[in-house]
């Protein structure tokens, strides 16, 4: 059975709607854990939209399973992640004017900086993934610099519909394989609901889904710990 980890950033992006201090997405964190997650995430961003400083300090003290920080390859974010010390960095892109993360890493295309920051933060004692594109080219390029796991961007066949949806998955379940045939370990996540994961949740090369906004949604209705253990029920094979 892969791992569920869970993004509390839109807890967060909740309570920046104004700019007090509820909900926490520490005690969203703790919750999380109390109902099955075996690790949290969070994407410090450039702009600071959501997770501050201020949680991720305090989730390095609380978190009890593994705290995975997504973070932009920058000089500013490499100082932070080293002082914080995280389980995991995750390399993402990022943009000021996207809404949430588009796309994959462009591994290809940014190999020296990338293998530099990888370098920096695995002196450090903390395990580096790489976001991408589920294109053999970047699981190709993630592989030379180093690093230790990769999460395959599954948003565009989360996006898709019908037809085009089946083919997203083929290409999705290609690129599983090529990166496991590589001996990388393979996580995958972006846009995953309680719905699409459905397919992928017997595909055993997938060590660890990252999901964040669709458990957030489903907790304003139900309550966060049972939101993430329906989620742990259906990587398990449980639901009815």
């Known amino acids: 059975m892969a791992k569920l980890a869970v993004n509390v950033d839109h807890v967060a992006t909740i309570r920046e709607a104004r700019k007090i201090n509820e909900p926490d997405p520490v005690t969203a964190a703790a919750l999380a854990e109390l109902a099955g997650a075996e690790g949290i995430v969070v994407h410090l961003r450039e702009d600071r939209r959501h997770i501050k400083e201020?949680?991720?300090?305090?989730?390095r003290q609380t978190v009890k399973t593994s705290l995975n920080l997504e973070m932009a390859a920058t000089e500013e974010m490499v100082k932070i992640a080293i002082d914080i010390k995280p389980d995991m960095a995750t390399l993402v892109p990022e943009k000021r004017e996207e809404l949430t993360t588009e796309g994959g890493l462009d591994v290809v295309t940014q190999k020296e900086k990338i293998a530099q920051v990888v370098k920096q933060l695995q002196t450090e004692g903390i395990k580096v993934?790489?976001?991408?594109?589920?294109?053999?080219?970047?699981?190709?390029?993630s592989n030379r610099v180093g690093a230790d796991m990769i999460e395959l961007h599954t948003g565009r066949y989360c996006d898709a519909r019908g037809d085009a949806q089946k083919e997203e998955l083929k290409r999705l379940l290609y690129g599983i394989k090529y990166a496991h045939d590589m001996d990388l370990v393979v996580k995958a996540g972006h846009g995953l609901n309680y719905v699409n994961i459905k397919p992928l949740v017997k595909v055993k090369?997938?060590?660890e889904f990252s999901i964040g906004h669709s458990i957030v949604a489903r907790a304003v209705l139900v309550g966060f710990e049972r939101a993430v253990r329906e989620m742990v029920e259906i990587l398990k094979g449980d639901e009815n």
């Open 129 to 141: 993934s790489l976001f991408i594109d589920p294109e053999p080219a970047q699981i190709e390029a």
């Open 54 to 59: 201020r949680d991720v300090y305090i989730l």
């Open 205 to 207: 090369e997938i060590y």
